[in-house]
């Protein structure tokens, strides 16, 4: 179809969905104890109370971990109809550093967990959502908030305008400068950014490795446990992680099946990360060279998505052929490279004997992230419209973009619409918060 027919597309479904309609909040008849409870029962029992101890820190804390809610109470109001390759969980904390395999330091999301086929609109409100909790958090002039929510989903709509009759592999190649973005920033975003930066090269596999293990006598590395964030399996169950670890190096690329073989197993321990995560079953593995030297693997356990499994998505039939055969791992891995303008090479998959699924990669490769809640408020201004070109960058890469930009259009109309249902959402999912303190 070609890009006038696809933006008249766009246009039509204003008519089938006003863009005003986006605003729409329903809070009756919602039970989000429910899902929390549910989720909890499929999670490692004893790492319930680390989870519920995370999200009780505070409401942004809270909300970080509760994509299912925000999903399930999508699903009851209106949508777009226009469906991307999504994310699922864009709030403001799963944006961030990493290094490329250039080894250069880029910025992108990072968190594909719950990555699917959803409306465009379901990961930017989540996103925008995510800036009004965080600008609450401290306590922020309303306009302040309101000033950043606006600017973010302009400049969404303005990366998604500038797609419009690219090419897909033009789309492809496209990614963000970050040497570029830091010179025009403001000096002081990009006092703010340097900081965020410094810190991410400083999280590194080598450094982690030291902290979290030790040589023993005959020269392997060990973890040190540190329960409950960091406890050794059994032998038996080790054994069969091993197994899995096998199934994924089928899964990656040749040049890291070749690479590995350079590697002997070490060890591996079940780690804990995350807030919304806790209690999903995740380990780290480190492996060394004939010298001794590290390399750290993150495995961890990949369940449905949210967006399909409460926002009630119906995914293409070819993705769910594709899950059917290399099972939810495979989503998450797929996703991320779709999504990423650069991904992790060591990215693969496995499928457990158990029926669980899981995803690999390599563990704190100069990850690290920015707190948008401790900003200054022109740097959270900033930070937020980062994340926003991010986000459009990534649904760019869906052949719908361009009736997307029809329907967006300048973003004024979808702004009005959006800030409002974020507003609500953010009392929302204080009084969800509120609730979750009392019951625990």
Known sequence: MSTPENLERGLAARKRIPRRSLSALTTTGRDPLSILAAQNRTRVPELVPLRTE???????????????????????????????????????????????????????????????????????????????????????DEEVVDAAVRAAIYAYSRAIHSSVGASPLERFYRHSDLDAALAIMDPQSRRAMRVAIREAKKRTGDKAARKLTQLDEDGRRRFVDEPPTMTHVDSEFANRLQGYIETYVASADISIRVLLHDYVFADIARRVVGVGSVGTRCWIAVFQDG??????????????????????????????????????????????????AFSDPFLGHARGPEGRD????????????????????????TYAQACAVTLARAHAQSETVTQLAGYIGNGRVVADAILQWARAYADLSRADYEAFLAAN
Not at 99 to 107: D, G
Not at 305 to 313: H, K, M, P, R
Not at 370 to 380: K, N, S
Request: net charge negative.
């Open 291 to 340: 010298d001794g030297r590290p390399l750290l693997l993150q495995i961890k356990e990949a369940g449905r998505s949210v967006l399909a499994e409460y926002g009630g998505i119906e995914q293409p039939v070819k993705a769910d052929q594709y899950i059917a055969e290399q099972g939810q791992g495979a989503r998450v891995v797929a996703l991320q490279k779709t999504l990423q």
């Open 54 to 140: 995370r999200m009780s820190a505070n409401p942004f804390a809270f909300y970080r971990a509760t994509a299912a809610l925000q999903a399930a109470d999508l699903a009851r109001d209106p949508h777009s109809g226009i469906l991307v390759a999504s994310c699922g969980d864009a709030h403001v904390a799963n944006f961030g550093f990493y290094a490329s395999p250039q080894r250069t330091l880029v910025f992108d999301l990072n968190d594909f967990d719950e990555a699917a086929w959803a409306p465009w609109e379901w990961d930017l409100k989540r996103l925008i959502a995510s800036v009004v909790i965080a600008g609450q958090a401290t306590s922020r």
């Open 358 to 381: 899981f995803y690999v990669r390599q563990f704190r490769d100069m990850k690290g992230g920015v707190a948008a809640e401790t900003l200054e408020d022109v740097p959270f201004g």
